[in-house]
């Protein structure tokens, strides 16, 4: 066979992202806070956009052609260059026309909410307190680094970006594997898989769902993770309780090894995440605001307060372009005109989902606005995908830091979803949400001579009409920090 270097014509499909399509998909996962902060760096370094002074405005009919809430301009010609209407603004205002009809029952109405008054004394210009805070990463910061560099595929990113949203500041993963993988619809083995990856980022014992498994992988990333030493960190209630001996016997040792197993076990770290600096607490702006509307029903629409106004100058544009200039000054001015053409039309694109996303939660929502978290539906991604006809990695990226007012309070909107625990009587299921709000409240009318331990639980919510095991009314007791019967018995033991 002869090696020689030869031509070779192929036809295949790709996916490729271009830079505005990248740009477009962070700004849906921005909050309006940190979209106004992208925005004003926009207006520093392109002079063909300035800020629009004037109040809110209506926003022009939505693109139907858009794929996913986002449709990539291919050309200076897609990007309508002549003169722009004073309505196309990012803002959103009256959009029944364009959304109401989603929604035959009316239940849901997305309209204009009146600006909101400004505080006294008020000065927009001063830093935040945040602001003068000194500069430090973050545990999630450095989380989202080390994902920026794994180069993982797309539905694997999307995956370790929603546990790293789940990790707490100790380091540890917040919520169980099964409920992420309800909420995102992927099976518990692509979680697992991807968790495996995230185990193996800075620092070690990061992503760990207890102490035994925070301490295997520091064990294991110093190669001391022998069948010994895994029988110890199995056992840990042991060495709480210095049952030694027994310990020993377990692990196949002598006293003396259990002595040095012990003293590797306290080099570890338990906490690994507190090393890092904690999230600087700021107060939650909410990006949509719900009201109830006069006629019956939910009046949906976003903060008018914290969105960014922007237009394209087409004036000065069309002066600037009269001048004489070179190749490269006529390039220069095409490219910002193209850009602030873009960012105008991404903005407005980016309103208009977060509008569908939310009056859908509101609408599917309805019995918990009304009676409360025991009525809260369960729900998962694809159900208001399918709905608004968006893909799951859309709905996944506006629900992130994105919060919403209620009349029962400010929420995040990734707090509607949660996975589903079935009926009794085989009807229509319950929330994750709604049955740990149930626990806790048995709990915390149970009478401290009668301690109700997690069998007795179990039978109170199948008496309540959910169909539940034992093990995961532990899970979720666990989940919220509540103790054992055996430690609440102590705790509520009156004094002697």
């Known amino acids: 066979m002869v090696m020689s270097p030869r031509l070779e014509q192929r036809l295949g499909q790709s996916l490729v992202m271009t830079p505005q399509l990248q740009q477009a998909i962070k700004l849906l996962q921005l909050s309006n806070l940190e979209l106004s902060e992208f925005v004003e760096g926009e207006l520093e370094t392109n002079p063909l956009l300035e800020r629009d002074e004037q109040g809110p405005a209506d926003t022009p009919e939505r693109d139907n052609d858009y794929e996913d809430g986002f449709e990539e301009p291919s050309g200076l010609d897609d990007l309508s260059l002549g003169e722009p209407a004073q309505s196309e603004m990012t803002t959103v ?7 109401g009809g989603a929604y035959e029952d ?3 109405t997305v309209g204009q909410f009146a600006a909101m008054p400004e505080g006294g004394g008020y000065d927009p ?3 935040g307190l945040e602001e003068t805070l000194a500069e430090s990463t973050t545990l999630r910061a450095y989380l989202d680094q080390q994902l920026g560099m794994a180069h993982l595929p797309a539905e694997d990113a999307l995956i370790a970006a929603y546990l790293i949203d789940q990790v707490e500041d100790s380091g540890y993963l917040g919520s169980p594997i099964e409920e992420a993988a309800e909420i995102l619809g992927a099976e518990i083995e692509d979680i697992e898989r991807v968790l495996a990856i995230l185990q193996g980022f800075e620092p070690t014992g990061v992503f760990a769902r207890d102490l035994a498994e925070c301490m295997a992988l520091q064990l294991k990333e110093r190669d001391r993770f022998d069948p010994a030493m895994q029988t110890f960190v199995e056992n840990l209630d042991l060495v709480a309780g210095r049952e030694f001996s027994k310990l020993a016997n377990l692990c196949g040792v002598d006293q003396e090894d259990i002595v ?3 003293a590797e076990i306290r080099e570890l770290d338990p906490k690994p995440g507190l090393s890092f600096a904690p999230d600087t607490a700021e107060p939650i702006i909410p990006d949509v ?3 109830r509307h006069p006629k019956g029903g939910w009046l949906v629409e976003l903060n008018a307060e914290t969105l960014p106004r922007v237009l394209v100058n087409n004036s000065y544009h069309a002066q600037v372009q009269k001048l004489p200039m070179s190749k490269e000054d006529r ?3 095409a490219e910002q005109f193209q850009s602030a053409n873009w960012l105008v039309r991404a903005l407005h694109q980016r309103a208009t989902t977060i509008l569908k996303v939310s009056s859908e939660i509101v609408r599917r929502q309805d019995a918990f606005f009304k009676k409360g978290v025991q009525h809260l539906k369960p729900m998962v991604l694809r159900d208001v995908a399918d ?11 506006v629900t992130s830091n994105k919060y919403m007012v209620t009349p029962r309070g400010i929420f995040e909107l990734k707090y509607f979803f949660s996975s589903s625990i079935g009926a009794t009587d085989g009807g229509e299921a319950h929330s994750a949400e709604a049955v740990r709000h149930r626990i806790k409240e048995l709990i915390d009318a149970e009478d401290p001579k009668k301690i109700l331990s997690d069998d007795k639980l179990v039978k109170l ?3 309540d009409g959910y169909d539940i095991a034992r093990r995961t009314v532990a899970k979720y007791r666990e989940a919220m920090r509540i103790g054992s019967s055996v430690e609440r018995r102590r705790q509520k033991a009156p004094p002697k």
């Open 461 to 463: 919510l199948v008496d």
């Open 260 to 262: 040095d197993m012990l």
């Open 387 to 397: 709905e608004i006809e968006m893909h799951e990695s859309t709905v996944s990226r």
């Open 106 to 108: 009316g239940s849901v």
């Open 93 to 99: 205002g009256d959009l029944d026309a364009d959304l």
């Open 331 to 333: 390039k220069y001015l």
């Open 125 to 127: 210009d001063m830093p």
């Open 289 to 291: 605001l719900m009201v």
